[in-house]
């Protein structure tokens, strides 16, 4: 269990606080906003109304006692911006901030930001690469060009083994589980066969998963 200071409650910040809630972490819940603090008491372990541009106020929450403190505030980049650099300030041991663009997440990460989330790029990347191919389910974009995708068995793989395929040493590609009727088994051995019915998650650089799965 960590202890977070999540500020800003609107949409996207109150499906964090719903999301950590249900993972069992503490947190601490900021907006200006009255109603959008009342929003989330359910989900949180406390909430305050406040200006997060404030020294006086952000100096009173203890900022240095939270495992992770994140910006999730999205209409307002110039208060998303102070707040982040207040936090960096005042000895944050982890700032994560929400941005809008890229220049929105050069500047976050100069004034005080450890890491930058891009919702709105980031689920346009995976809504591109979902919806534009028949046989990927699902993707997750890693640090570089890496990423892990969901992806249906090709015909041409059932009935062979990881062994007769032997992607890694092709490709450079990782087999990390098989899914068959929604249940993921990880064991992969250099014997584990493929059928018809299942998807496979699969790690390694997206071009080599482009041109092994012919995306």
Same mark, same amino acid.
């Given at each position: 269990?960590?202890?977070?200071?999540?500020?800003?409650?609107?949409r996207?910040?109150?499906?964090?606080?719903?999301?950590?809630?249900?993972?069992?972490?503490?947190?601490?819940? &900021?907006? %200006?906003?009255?109603?959008?603090?009342?929003?989330?008491?359910?989900? @949180?372990?406390?909430?305050?109304?406040?200006?997060?541009?404030?020294?006086?106020?952000?100096?009173?929450?203890?900022?240095?006692?939270?495992?992770? /403190?994140?910006?999730?505030?999205?209409?307002?980049?110039?208060?998303? *911006?102070? !707040?982040?650099?207040?936090?960096?300030?005042?000895?944050?041991?982890? &700032?994560?901030?929400?941005?809008?663009?890229d220049?929105?997440?050069?500047?976050? *990460?100069?004034n005080?930001?450890?890491?930058? %989330?891009?919702?709105?790029?980031?689920?346009a990347?995976?809504t591109?690469?979902?919806?534009?191919?028949?046989?990927?389910?699902?993707?997750?974009d $890693?640090?570089?060009?890496?990423?892990?995708?969901?992806?249906?068995?090709?015909?041409?793989?059932?009935?062979? !083994?990881?062994?007769? $395929?032997?992607?890694?040493?092709?490709?450079? %590609?990782? %087999? $990390?589980?098989?899914?068959?009727?929604? @249940? $993921?088994?990880p064991?992969? !051995?250099?014997? !584990?066969s493929?059928?018809?019915?299942?998807?496979?998650?699969?790690?390694?650089?997206?071009?080599?998963?482009?041109? /092994?799965?012919?995306?």
């Amino acid at each position: 269990m960590k202890s977070i200071l999540l500020i800003g409650l609107g949409r996207f910040g109150r499906h964090i606080a719903m999301k950590l809630n249900e993972l069992g972490h503490e947190i601490l819940a &900021v907006d %200006i906003v009255e109603e959008r603090v009342q929003n989330v008491l359910d989900y @949180v372990t406390n909430a305050q109304i406040g200006d997060s541009t404030s020294y006086n106020f952000m100096n009173s929450l203890g900022v240095r006692n939270f495992d992770v /403190c994140i910006v999730a505030i999205g209409d307002n980049f110039q208060s998303s *911006l102070e !707040t982040t650099s207040l936090l960096s300030e005042l000895g944050a041991v982890k &700032v994560v901030s929400r941005a809008a663009s890229d220049v929105h997440e050069k500047f976050l *990460l100069k004034n005080g930001a450890d890491e930058v %989330i891009y919702p709105e790029k980031q689920l346009a990347s995976w809504t591109a690469i979902r919806y534009s191919s028949d046989h990927v389910f699902d993707y997750i974009d $890693l640090e570089g060009d890496y990423a892990i995708f969901e992806i249906s068995v090709p015909e041409k793989w059932v009935g062979k !083994t990881v062994g007769d $395929l032997d992607i890694r040493k092709k490709y450079g %590609i990782n %087999i $990390l589980a098989v899914i068959t009727n929604n @249940v $993921l088994d990880p064991n992969i !051995t250099p014997e !584990t066969s493929f059928s018809k019915i299942g998807n496979l998650l699969v790690l390694g650089t997206e071009s080599a998963i482009r041109k /092994c799965f012919k995306i």
